[in-house]
């Protein structure tokens, strides 16, 4: 759900939200939750793929986005890999709802790349680190099995502005693990405090941001911004890029932490950021959320 300005007449737009909360967490998550995990997950991406996806517009966004990246795909290829995405999307919901579960899942899973052992020199010697993530498989598989291994990772959140789904959109990310800041003054000041505290922090960097600076991205021009680079800089912290990938069985992962980004000009660490995730998106596709405007006019 994204956060939309509250406008219009109070009464209608209370009575939207509880409608809203009680048909999508009332009836479709309490009813999934209901079920065996892998049933749920399954259940859930087919859902996003076959439903919700379609009448939305985000598949026929998904095609449009990658005809952008992949001019030369033919129309087929482009169809199917908008499907995956969302389905990877839908299951990847549904996971990240099934915190308790999906830390026990992640417990004691393997976790590859240079990153592991940047991560672990940097908890020693008391060093705050950022983890660039991005919407790619599912970033909080990762966050699961780094903090069943005793790694205080926390996260950055906008409140949503339906109250009722905001309640349990909050608690779901606190039971997860780590502390959980909503954007803001008081949430950036704990934010602050727990790297300043040598702590972990998990930054989503894909995203369009009006007015940052445009650099590349798969080729393309789009606006990037620089808070993950500049907070690594500030506050001398690590940063490394993760991923949590869909394997073929479309339940398990592959937990990955790359090399650290060596501090320099922002602009040159995060086009390091965003050449590291366009490989990943080269090799599996259907793995990265296409639906996001990443690529606007604006970035021109």
């Excluded at 048909?23 to 309490?30: E, S």
């Excluded at 087929?76 to 995405?85: E, G, H, I, V, Y």
């Excluded at 990153?115 to 020199?121: E, K």
């Excluded at 869909?246 to 050449?275: K, T």
Aim: hydrophobic share 45%; charged share 20%.
């Amino acid at each position: 759900m994204k956060p939309t300005p509250d406008n219009g007449d109070p009464w209608i737009k209370r009575a939207e939200h509880y409608l809203s909360n009680a048909i999508i967490h009332g009836c479709m998550i309490r009813a999934a939750l209901a079920l065996p995990y892998n049933m749920r997950v399954r259940l859930f991406g087919a859902i996003m793929a076959y439903v919700i996806g379609p009448i939305v517009g985000y598949r026929r966004r998904a095609i449009e986005h990658l005809a952008h990246i992949f001019p030369d795909m033919d129309l087929k290829t482009r169809k199917s890999l908008a499907t995956a995405c969302l389905n990877n999307a839908g299951r990847s919901f549904i996971e990240n709802y099934s915190g308790r579960e999906l830390l026990e899942r992640m417990k004691d899973h393997p976790i590859t790349g240079e990153g592991v052992a940047a991560i672990a020199a940097a908890k020693a010697e008391g060093r705050p680190v950022i983890l660039a993530g991005s919407h790619f498989g599912n970033f909080e598989a990762t966050r699961a099995a780094l903090v069943t291994r005793g790694y205080d990772v926390g996260c950055l959140y906008r409140n949503l502005s339906n109250p009722h789904f905001n309640e349990h959109y909050v608690r779901n990310m606190h039971d997860l693990g780590g502390p959980a800041f909503p954007q803001g003054r008081r949430g950036t000041a704990g934010f602050v405090r727990h790297l300043k505290a040598g702590g972990q922090m998990v930054m989503l960097h894909d995203l369009h941001v009006f007015g940052a600076p445009v650099l590349d991205f798969m080729g393309q021009p789009a606006r990037t911004s620089l808070s993950v680079a500049e907070l690594a800089i500030r506050f001398n912290a690590v940063l490394i890029p993760y991923f949590g990938i869909r394997q073929p069985d479309g339940l398990s992962f592959e937990l990955v932490l790359e090399a650290p980004i060596a501090h320099d000009d922002p602009l040159v660490m995060m086009q390091a950021v965003n050449d590291n995730l366009g490989t990943r998106i080269r090799a599996t596709p259907e793995q990265w959320f296409w639906v996001h405007r990443r690529w606007r006019p604006d970035s021109v």
